[in-house]
């Protein structure tokens, strides 16, 4: 399987207070935005965008975008 990075990363907030977890690739967006509880309407558009790169049906580029602005809906985005 083909590891899709993307860049920069995306810096998400953990259970940690105070700690990030970078997120590289679309792999791992998609995983991220598995584990989190509230799930609004960019969460699911950017779970869509993930499928759809791991598709190969747009970039990891447009994946990225689409996770970062799920992760600033859900106050997420680590800052």
Do not use: N
């Not at 920069?8 to 970078?22: A, D, H, L, Q, S």
């Not at 960019?42 to 747009?58: K, L, N, P, Q, T």
């Amino acid at each position: 399987m083909v590891i899709l990075w993307f860049s920069p990363p995306v810096y998400v907030k953990t259970e940690t207070k105070g700690f990030r977890y970078g997120v590289h690739h679309v792999e791992a967006a998609a995983e991220e935005l598995i584990l989190w509880t509230r799930r609004g309407p960019r969460w699911e558009e950017a779970m869509r965008v993930c499928v759809d790169a791991i598709s190969g049906r747009v970039s990891p580029q447009q994946a990225r975008d689409a996770f970062e602005e799920a992760a600033k809906e859900e106050d997420m985005l680590f800052c």
